[in-house]
């Protein structure tokens, strides 16, 4: 190979690896990750995790309000409409790779005072413009969109989760409501009839006015519990018609007790598998996956931009001959930009890609600690209510 062909091959290779895509930095290495959880877990058998969950507890009416809110919640069709902006400013950064084609016609009638002559003058013309991606600026770009797309979807599914547990949890403290605020009533109807008892004891001698203000006093506070339970019922019944997309007006649910319900016992699984179902996760990784895309583009914008065009068309003093080979006119070229001096701007936008894309690692690592602390959290809380549960049961049942 002679010396000219081997410079071309070592310039040609240094551009090949200039428009390549570098590596993204790893956020979280798999040793760091638990090999199980440490929190306290039911013990008996475990049912695996279902996608539609709230199915599992063996309500119609449960299962119809999350149906409902799937399709109206305001807060899901706000991420939906984000995930279209989100594929559309993907199409719109897909377009740069791609050659722009115009086409153009005029007409113009000119004349001047000196000698007096007017003419007409027409032209048809095509023109045709590309700028290279010599160094993967705008393949960058693109991935950085895609990637923000993806994040976008993972988006929506959060919200998605997140307003199917938000409905679930309403409708079980409307019911919760419902059972403490008939607990109170009977609360105080049995404080009216032991007040009755007492004022009997009282006209007979057998009591002291002391134990009937006493009573009297029991019985209203009873009373004064029941219009607040009331009113944490109503308020939760409308946050419930707001997670449906629904007025409050008129809404309501037909269950009056959690009676009926069946919590199943979920069984959770290896902590690496939780980082594929948690859609939060993913959010975060496709992020950072844009960030370093953005990182990768504003590295390449320090190299020149290579641009080519080509224009050709007619033009003729009478439109009956405008479509003529001696009208024909064209040129073709090419150019090249370099940025000199801009005052730091392109560095400084480098560096803000970078603490962007530190930024977006930490709140990676944040997300998987998060997801990793939830289910801990929840493997505890329901060993630990369940102990409770049984305790307060056998409270009662000495009662």
Aim: glycine letters at 6%.
């Amino acid at each position: 190979m002679s010396p000219k062909m081997r410079v071309a091959s070592v310039l040609l290779l240094g551009t090949v690896l200039a428009g390549c895509a570098s590596a993204p930095p790893t956020a979280l290495e798999p040793a760091e990750l638990p090999t199980a959880y440490s929190a306290p877990q039911l013990v008996g058998e475990m049912a695996k995790l279902k996608s539609e969950w709230w199915k599992t507890y063996s309500s119609t009416e449960l299962t119809d309000l999350v149906g409902a809110a799937k399709t109206g919640n305001l807060d899901v069709a706000a991420a939906a409409a984000r995930v279209q902006q989100a594929q559309a400013e993907t199409g719109i950064t897909a377009s740069v790779l791609f050659p722009k084609i115009d086409l153009s016609a005029n007409a113009k009638r000119e004349g001047s005072k000196t000698p007096g002559t007017t003419f007409n003058t027409f032209g048809l013309g095509l023109g045709a413009s590309y700028e290279l991606d010599f160094w993967g600026l705008a393949q960058s770009n693109l991935r950085a969109a895609r990637n923000s797309a993806r994040a976008s979807i993972y988006a929506e599914e959060v919200v998605s989760l997140t307003t199917d547990a938000s409905v679930a949890n309403t409708y079980f403290a409307v019911l919760a409501l419902r059972e403490r605020i008939s607990i109170a009533k009977n609360n105080v109807d049995a404080a009216r009839r032991i007040l009755a008892v007492t004022k009997a004891k009282v006209t007979n001698g057998m009591a002291s006015s002391l134990e009937l203000a006493q009573q009297e006093a029991l019985l209203a506070g009873q009373e004064a519990a029941v219009p607040a339970l009331e009113e944490q019922e109503r308020e939760m019944r409308y946050a419930l018609a707001l997670l449906l997309g629904r007025t409050p007006e008129g809404f309501d649910v037909k269950a009056a007790s959690l009676n009926g319900l069946s919590p199943p016992t979920v069984e959770p699984g290896l902590p690496s598998a939780l980082l594929e179902r948690r859609p939060d996760v993913a959010q975060a990784e496709a992020t950072l996956l844009a960030a370093h895309a953005n990182l990768d583009a504003a590295r390449a914008a320090f190299l020149p931009a290579i641009g080519l065009s080509g224009n050709g068309g007619y033009a003729s003093t009478a439109i009956k001959d405008l479509i003529s080979p001696s009208n024909l006119a064209w040129d073709i070229g090419a150019s090249l930009l370099q940025t000199v001096f801009d005052g730091g701007e392109l560095s400084s936008r480098r560096d803000f890609a970078l603490a962007q894309e530190k930024e977006m690692i930490v709140d990676y690592r944040k997300a998987v600690l998060s997801a990793l602390a939830d289910v801990e959290t929840a493997l505890g809380s329901s060993a630990s209510l369940t102990e409770q549960e049984r305790h307060t049961l056998d409270q009662v049942t000495s009662s």
